[in-house]
């Protein structure tokens, strides 16, 4: 009997021990490296196909992957990486660099240059985008006839995404895009690009939930951070923009029917140079959109143009809105510890929708000064109030 029971004894310990290597084995990611596979990282050779057949022995692993990309310049045409996969655990590790074509016409009509569509769970981490838009900027600066250029990353209507310590740059258009999505995470981004490069939004949200964006640093030539339609829950901390066109909500309204953003936190954030600092801009026309529960806090302004700024008259070349009123209605918006200098004498310019007056605007710690002067506060159909030390005087 005891020789029965030491026996089951080992047999369970043999059976635990098996389960054990098994749960071990199963979390234990593989790696593709995509110079194995035939990339070359001579930055002249089109490596896509290498970076394709890695993505999809990734998406096709019932363990999680590692898709690793070692240093060296690798040139890629448009990629899309599509789910969903067999495994929610896909991490990109790059070490190198990758670089779209230098002749901006060859994905300059294709939207995107790095797309990510019906994933979950991807991590991209470390590495460098090289939009190479110089070109495209120059092509758009002199008036020809040029393509609208292509997002360098994008991610479509996928969830438990994160980026982390990547740089973007010279993007075509918008560095990077995050559309119909739920729970990423931005860490440690970096976006550069010229003050006069056109359309290049360093991130662009909307029509997404649970986006946070954290210790980022992004110079470009238009918003650093744009939050569109359809965006809620969004969490900005310790982003420093500049040179750039601030942080913008909107534009909003450009549609009749549109979905509303809200609960959206921006702290922690300096502003150097920028054309704003925190802003909402909706198109002067009719919509269902709104935009609530907003938060700017502990934001910094160094010589910006219009640190605070609601403009709901957004109406570019004068078409299509000239003589009606914005239907965004703007509320539950609070600016809070927000100092430092403007470049221009209204620092503080409310203009908002006189058939949806903004309401329910608080500022509370405000102090912008203007070449060493009190600077001015501009009002037109906001109500709300103002609490602490408030300069320039409340125009509320």
Request: glycine fraction near 10%; include cysteine.
């Amino acid at each position: 009997m005891a020789n029965y029971s030491r026996s089951l004894l080992v047999l369970s310990l043999v059976l635990v021990f098996l389960n054990f290597n098994s749960a071990l084995g199963a979390t234990t990611a593989v790696t593709y490296t995509v110079t194995s596979l035939g990339a070359n990282p001579d930055g002249k050779t089109d490596s896509i196909k290498a970076f394709h057949s890695a993505w999809a022995k990734a998406c096709s692993s019932a363990s999680p992957a590692v898709i690793y990309v070692p240093v060296g310049r690798f040139l890629l045409a448009k990629a899309v990486f599509n789910g969903p996969c067999k495994n929610n655990a896909i991490t990109f590790q790059i070490a190198g660099t990758l670089v779209a074509p230098s002749d901006y016409r060859v994905i300059g009509n294709a939207g995107n240059w790095l797309f990510f569509e019906h994933v979950n769970g991807v991590t991209i981490s470390g590495g460098i985008l090289d939009g190479q838009g110089t070109g495209l900027w120059d092509c758009k600066a002199s008036g020809k006839g040029c393509p609208k250029g292509a997002t360098t990353l994008g991610f479509s209507n996928s969830n438990n995404i994160v980026v982390n310590g990547v740089s973007s740059l010279n993007s075509q258009m918008f560095h990077i895009v995050i559309n119909g999505c739920h729970n990423v995470k931005m860490l440690g981004v970096r976006v550069s690009a010229s003050g006069n490069s056109p359309n290049t939004d360093g991130i662009h949200v909307q029509m997404s939930t649970g986006v946070t964006i954290l210790n980022s640093k992004i110079s470009t030539g238009d918003d650093c951070v744009s939050i569109g339609p359809g965006t809620s829950n969004l969490w900005i901390e310790n982003v420093a923009c500049g040179p750039g066109h601030g942080i913008s909500i909107g534009s909003l309204g450009k549609e009749q029917e549109e979905v509303g953003v809200q609960n959206v936190t921006v702290k922690t954030v300096t502003f150097t140079g920028t054309q704003n600092g925190v802003r909402i801009k909706s198109w002067g026309r009719p919509s269902t959109g709104f935009a609530r529960n907003i938060l700017f806090q502990h934001a910094v302004m160094v010589n910006v143009k219009n640190p605070i700024v609601i403009d709901q008259n957004y109406c570019p070349d004068e078409k299509g809105c000239p003589g009606q009123e914005s239907g965004i209605q703007i509320s539950d918006v609070m600016y809070q510890d927000i100092h430092g200098t403007s470049a221009t004498e209204v620092a503080v310019k409310f203009d908002c929708s006189s058939k949806y007056p903004c309401n329910k605007i608080t500022l509370d710690d405000v102090k912008l000064t203007y070449k060493n002067q009190d600077a001015e506060a501009s009002c037109s159909h906001a109500d709300g109030t103002a609490e602490g030390t408030v300069q320039p005087t409340s125009c509320l």
